[in-house]
C-alpha cells in the first residue's frame, strides 16, 4: 500500500509532521485520560518512548498522536470528527492514519491516530478474522479508507480492515471472557469508531451520528449505544449492555485459560470462516505479503515506488509495503514515507534505510552495506533511495529495509497489571545495566508495592498482535536494552505493539476443559478412558474424564497443561474412533454464582445447513451481539456442548435457528441432558432457517427469516411468552427386515426418537427422503428455501400414480383400540396445526367425533392421504386429510419396511413396532406478535 497522501489532497504547508516533543522525564507516572473514542482510554496518549521531534508545535494539542497539516482540497471531503462536508479549500490531514478533519473541529479530535493506538488499549485483546469479504460503505480502522476491494473483518467485534492493514490493527477486541490475567469486574463501554448502521442517532445530541463517507461516531461493540465522538465523552463510562442485558453472558462470568488456543479456537468459531492462507497468520511481519496483485505498479517516470521492509522477519517473509515517492525526493523524505508507512512517527534521526539488494529477498536478512539515516547530508541523501542523481530506476535499489540506530538509552512505559481500570503507567529510562530484574526493583517503589518484596512480581513482555496477544515472562537477568534492539531487528511494528508489564509472579493453574465428541456411546467412563489412550495417549497425571456423556459418546477432559491441551486438541480432530471423526471443543466455565440477579442468559443454536442457508450470517451477527462464548454452530458438535457449558446456569433460554429438524435435534438434547441441568426446562425460542419451519410457524416466528435485523429478532425472543408444546417420544422396535409379524430376531435394539410436529408413514416420508437424499448428494444447490420446495414438487411429480397400499402394510391402534384403515398411502400423525410448510391437514371443520385439536392437549391427531394428488390438495388448501383417530397412546405395526419421517427428519424403518407416547408438555416461546417475516 503506498503511504502518499491522501488522493485529491495536496499539501499545502510544507514541512514534516509536527509532534508533540518533550521527551519522557525518568522516572514519571502516567495518568490514565480517558479517550472516549478508539481503542479505549489511554494514558497520555502522547509519543512515549524514544526519540520525538523536538521543537514542533503539534496543530492540535488534545489529538492523540496525529501528524496534521493543512491540506487544499481537490475533491468533496467530509471531516471525520462531525461527518459534514468540508467547504473551502482547505482541511487538515493526518500524514500517517489519514484522519481529515474541518480546522474548527480540530481542538475536539480524540480518536488517536493508528501509530500510537496500540499504546492506548486497556486491555490487549486479539482479534479473529473471517474470510475476505466485500463491505460496501465501510472504512477501514487502520488508515481509514474506503474498504472498496475485499476487507476482513472480526467476527466478534466490528473491526473492518484492509488485508494489507490487518497487521497494524489494534489488539482492541471485545474481551468476552477472564483468563486470569487482567479480570476484573467493572464492565465499561469498548468503543469502536464509525461504520455505524445508516439511521444511527447520537445518545447525547439525538442528531444523525452515522456516515457512509468517512469512518465517524463511536458505537460501544456491548450495548450498541451510538454517539458522536465527542459526545460520547458525556456518557457514562461503565456499560450496562443495554436492551439485551437480560441475555448477555457476562464476560466476568466466563472463564476460558487459553494460553496458544487461538480465538478461533476459544469462540468454536470452525476453519471455514478462518483466515485465507498466507494473509497475514499474527506473526511480527509488518506489511502486506507480496504477491501477483501486490506487484509494484510502472509508474509515470516523475514517480518511483519502493519496497519497505521494517525487519529481518519481513525481509524473510518478503512482507514489504510498497512507497511512492518523487523521484527527486530528498532521502529523509523517502524516509519519513516509508516510516510512516509503517505508522511510525517518531523522530526519524533515530532510524536509517538500508539498502537490501534483490538476491536477500529471498531470506538473507543482512542488508548491503548502502545505508541512509535519519541526520543526513545532502552528500548523503543522493545514495539514498530518490537520489536526485539517479538516473533511472535500475540505478535506485528496489528495496529497503529500516533499521532502528543503535540507543544507548530509552524511556520505557512499564504497565502495573493488578490495575484493573485505566492503564497508568511508570516511564522508566532504560540503560544498558537495566535488566528486568532492576526495572522491577525500580517500578515497585513508584507503584507502592515495595514492602511486598521482588520475588512477588515478575517483568512480563506482552506482544499484542491483531491476531494473537503472546505474553513472556522475562528472565531477572535479561538485559532490557538488548530486548528492545532485539524486538526493532526484528520488526519496528512489533515495537510498537510490544507493551511491558510488571505483574505478580503467582501462577495460575493451569486447566482446560476440552470436549471430545464422535466417539461411541453407551460406553462406562473407564471405557472411554482407554478408548482415548488409544486413539490418542493422553497422559493420565494430566488428563481426566470430568463428564461422561454416554448415550451421546462424548465426555469432557480436564486438561491441567496447556501443552498437553493444545496436542490432544489437534490431535483429536484428526483421529477417527470405528470409522467416525472425533469432534474436539475448548469449552469455557461459566461462572453461574457470579450471574447478576437479573441474568437469564441466552443460549444460541444455529445450523448453518437449514433451508435459507442464512445460518452463517446469523452467526457472525449474533456473536457480536451477545457473547461469542453464548451462541454454538450445530455442525460443530451439534447441542451437547452448548448444554454442558450452561449445565450450572441456574435460569437460561434457548433460541434455536435453523428448520424443523434442527428444532427437533436440540429438543431431543435437551431431553436426554434435562436432569443434569441446573435450569431442567428452558423455554425455546426458533429463529426459522429451515425449509417447512412447522413449528416456527405456529409459534408465531414466521413462516421463514429472510434477513431482518438480528437485534430485533433478540428483542422479540426477550418479549415473547412461554407457551407449552406436546412432546412425544416413539419407540421404534424393529424386527429383522423381511421377517413376519411372529417373527422374534431382532434386528436392532428399541430406539426412541421425539417429535414435537408430525410423525409420518407412507408418502410424505418418502417425498422427505427423497429430498434429503438430493440435498445430501450435492448440498450447494440447495441454497433457497424456494428451490428445495420445488424439489419436493418434483419429487412428488414423479409419484403421482405411485400406489402401494400402505393401509395393508400396517396396522393401526388408538389405545387399545385396532382402527380400520381407509385406503391410503400415507398416515400422518400431527401435534401442531402445521404440516409440509405450512398446510393444515387436520382442517377446520368441526367434527363431534373428536376434541379440538390443540398443541398442548396431550392428544395427537392421525390423518391419512390418498397419494401426491391428495397432499397437494391439502396444500393448496383445496381439501384436508382424511381423519383417522385422536389420542395419546398409538401402537402401529409395520408389516414391511416403510418411509418413517419425524419433524421432517426421514429414514426407512424396518418391520416391526413404532410406540408414540405422550412425553408431557415442554415450555417452548411464542411471540405474542406476529412479525413480519
Ligand atoms: C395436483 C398435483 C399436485 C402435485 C404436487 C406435487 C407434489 C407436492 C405435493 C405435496 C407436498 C406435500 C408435502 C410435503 C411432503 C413431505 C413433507 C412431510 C414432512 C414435512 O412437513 O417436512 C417439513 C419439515 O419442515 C419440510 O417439508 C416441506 O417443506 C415440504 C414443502 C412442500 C412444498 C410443496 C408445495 C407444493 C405446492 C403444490 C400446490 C399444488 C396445488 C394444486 C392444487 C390443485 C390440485 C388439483
Ligand atoms: N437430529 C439431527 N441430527 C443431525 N443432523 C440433523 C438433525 N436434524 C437436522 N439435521 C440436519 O440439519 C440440516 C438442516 O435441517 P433443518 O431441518 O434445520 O432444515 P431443513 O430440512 O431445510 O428445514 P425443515 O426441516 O424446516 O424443512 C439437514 O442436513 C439435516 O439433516
Not at 426412541?752 to 437424499?773: K, P, R, W
Request: glycine share 10%; with cysteine.
Amino acid at each position: 500500500m503506498a503511504a502518499a497522501a491522501e488522493p485529491g489532497a495536496r499539501a499545502w504547508l510544507g514541512g514534516g509532521s509536527p509532534r508533540q516533543g518533550n521527551p519522557t522525564s525518568s522516572p514519571e507516572l502516567g495518568a490514565g485520560s480517558r479517550s472516549p473514542s478508539g481503542p479505549g482510554s489511554g494514558p497520555g496518549s502522547g509519543p512515549g518512548s524514544g526519540p520525538e521531534r523536538a521543537g514542533a508545535r503539534p496543530l492540535s494539542p488534545a489529538a492523540p498522536g496525529h501528524s496534521f497539516r493543512k491540506v487544499t482540497l481537490t475533491k468533496p471531503t467530509f471531516c471525520h470528527l462531525c461527518s459534514d462536508f468540508i467547504w473551502g479549500l482547505a482541511g487538515i490531514l493526518c500524514d500517517v492514519c489519514n484522519f481529515m478533519s474541518h480546522e474548527k473541529c480540530l481542538k475536539h479530535v480524540k480518536t488517536p491516530c493508528a501509530s500510537v493506538a496500540p499504546s492506548l488499549v486497556h486491555v490487549p485483546v486479539a482479534h479473529c478474522f473471517g474470510p475476505r469479504g466485500l463491505y460496501k460503505r465501510r472504512f477501514c480502522a487502520v488508515c481509514r479508507k474506503g474498504l472498496e476491494a475485499p476487507g476482513v473483518r472480526c467476527e466478534v467485534c466490528e473491526l473492518h480492515v484492509h488485508p494489507d492493514c490487518v497487521p497494524f490493527a489494534c489488539s482492541d477486541c471485545r474481551q468476552c471472557h477472564q483468563d486470569g490475567h487482567r479480570d476484573h469486574d467493572t464492565h465499561l463501554h469498548h468503543w469502536r469508531e464509525g461504520n455505524l448502521p445508516s439511521g444511527a442517532r447520537c445518545e447525547v445530541c439525538r442528531k444523525t451520528c452515522c456516515s457512509s463517507d468517512v469512518l465517524a461516531g463511536v458505537r460501544c461493540e456491548w450495548c450498541g449505544v451510538q454517539a458522536h465522538s465527542v459526545c460520547s465523552a458525556a456518557l457514562a463510562p461503565e456499560c450496562t449492555f443495554g436492551r439485551l442485558r437480560t441475555m448477555v453472558l457476562p464476560p466476568a462470568c466466563v472463564r476460558l485459560l487459553s494460553r496458544n488456543f487461538s480465538k478461533m479456537h476459544c469462540f468454536r468459531i470452525s476453519e471455514s470462516t478462518a483466515p485465507e492462507p498466507g494473509e497475514g497468520e499474527d506473526s511480527v511481519d509488518g506489511s502486506a505479503p507480496a504477491g501477483p496483485g501486490r506487484e509494484v505498479m510502472a509508474l509515470e517516470s516523475s514517480k518511483q515506488t519502493l519496497k519497505i521492509f521494517d525487519g529481518n522477519d519481513a525481509v524473510q517473509r518478503n512482507h514489504f509495503r510498497a512507497i511512492t515517492v518523487p523521484r527527486l525526493a530528498k532521502s529523509q523524505e523517502v524516509l519519513e514515507v516509508a516510516l510512516r508507512a509503517y505508522y511510525i512517527t517518531e523522530d526519524p534521526q533515530g532510524f536509517q534505510l538500508q539498502a537490501l539488494p534483490a538476491p536477500a529477498l529471498a531470506g538473507n536478512t543482512g542488508a548491503s552495506g548502502k545505508a541512509w539515516s535519519g541526520g543526513t547530508t545532502e552528500e548523503e541523501s543522493s545514495r539514498g533511495p530518490g537520489a536526485r542523481d539517479a538516473p533511472s530506476i535500475t540505478r535506485v535499489p528496489e528495496a529497503w529495509i529500516i533499521r532502528a540506530l543503535p540507543r544507548t538509552q530509552e524511556v520505557l512505559k512499564i504497565y502495573p497489571a493488578w490495575l484493573k481500570v485505566g492503564v497508568a503507567y511508570v516511564s522508566l529510562r532504560v540503560t544498558p545495566q537495566s535488566t528486568a530484574r532492576t526495572v522491577v526493583l525500580e517500578v515497585l517503589p513508584l507503584l507502592g508495592r515495595q514492602a511486598e518484596g521482588l520475588k512477588s512480581f515478575q517483568l512480563v513482555e506482552v506482544l499484542m498482535g491483531s491476531r494473537q496477544v503472546q505474553r513472556t515472562v522475562l528472565a531477572d537477568e535479561e538485559p532490557l536494552l538488548d530486548r528492545l534492539r532485539e524486538i526493532r531487528q526484528t520488526s519496528l511494528r512489533q515495537m510498537s505493539q510490544t507493551r511491558f508489564y510488571v505483574a505478580e509472579s503467582r501462577v495460575v493453574a493451569p486447566r482446560v476443559s476440552l470436549f471430545v465428541g464422535g466417539l461411541p456411546p453407551g460406553r462406562s467412563p473407564q471405557e472411554y478412558s482407554s478408548l482415548l489412550d488409544e486413539a490418542v495417549a493422553s497422559k493420565a497425571g494430566l488428563v481426566s474424564v470430568s463428564h461422561v456423556y454416554s448415550a451421546q459418546g462424548a465426555v469432557v477432559l480436564d486438561v491441567a497443561c496447556f501443552a498437553e491441551a493444545e496436542r490432544l486438541y489437534m490431535l483429536v480432530r484428526d483421529t477417527a474412533v470405528h470409522g467416525r471423526p472425533l469432534t474436539a471443543l475448548v469449552l469455557p466455565d461459566v461462572l453461574h454464582l457470579k450471574l447478576p440477579p437479573h441474568c437469564r442468559p441466552l443460549l444460541v443454536f444455529v445450523n448453518p445447513r437449514s433451508g435459507g442457508l442464512k445460518g452463517r450470517d446469523l452467526l457472525c451477527s449474533f456473536r457480536k451481539l451477545l457473547n461469542p462464548h453464548q451462541v454454538f454452530e450445530l455442525t460443530n458438535g451439534g447441542p451437547l456442548p452448548g448444554f454442558h457449558v450452561f449445565s450450572q446456569v441456574p435460569c437460561f433460554r434457548v433460541l434455536v435457528c435453523g428448520g424443523d429438524g434442527t428444532v427437533g435435534w436440540v429438543l431431543a438434547a435437551l431431553e436426554e441432558m434435562r436432569h443434569r441441568l441446573a435450569c431442567p426446562e428452558p423455554a425455546v425460542a426458533i429463529l426459522p432457517l429451515g425449509t417447512g419451519n412447522d413449528l416456527g410457524r405456529v409459534l408465531r416466528w414466521g413462516p421463514g427469516y429472510s434477513g431482518e435485523d438480528p437485534f430485533s429478532v433478540l428483542v422479540s425472543v426477550d418479549e415473547a411468552d412461554a407457551v407449552l408444546v406436546d412432546r412425544w417420544t416413539i419407540l421404534l422396535d424393529a424386527h429383522e427386515a423381511g421377517s413376519g409379524e411372529n417373527s422374534v430376531a431382532d434386528a436392532e435394539p428399541p430406539k426412541i426418537v421425539h417429535m414435537s410436529n408430525y410423525c409420518g408413514i407412507g408418502i410424505d416420508a418418502e417425498l422427505s427422503l427423497d429430498f434429503h437424499q438430493a440435498r445430501e448428494e450435492e448440498p450447494g444447490k440447495f441454497t433457497s428455501r424456494f428451490h428445495n420446495k420445488g424439489v419436493y414438487v418434483r419429487a412428488g411429480l414423479q409419484k403421482m400414480n405411485r400406489s402401494r397400499g400402505l393401509h395393508r402394510a400396517l396396522r393401526l391402534q388408538a389405545g387399545r383400540q385396532e382402527v380400520q384403515l381407509p385406503s391410503i398411502e400415507g398416515l400422518i400423525f400431527i401435534n401442531i396445526p402445521s404440516w409440509g410448510s405450512g398446510a393444515d391437514l387436520w382442517g377446520s371443520e368441526s367434527d363431534s367425533r373428536f376434541e379440538k385439536p390443540r398443541m398442548d392437549d396431550g392428544l395427537l391427531e392421525v390423518v391419512g392421504v390418498t397419494g401426491v394428488v391428495h397432499m397437494g390438495q391439502v396444500q393448496g388448501g383445496l381439501r384436508s386429510g382424511i381423519r383417522i383417530a385422536q389420542g395419546s397412546y398409538f401402537r402401529v405395526t409395520l408389516l414391511k419396511a416403510a418411509p418413517v419421517q419425524v419433524d421432517g427428519e426421514p429414514w426407512v424403518q424396518a418391520p416391526g413396532h413404532m410406540i408414540i407416547s405422550a412425553a408431557g408438555p415442554k415450555p417452548c416461546f411464542k411471540v405474542t406478535w406476529h412479525l413480519a417475516w
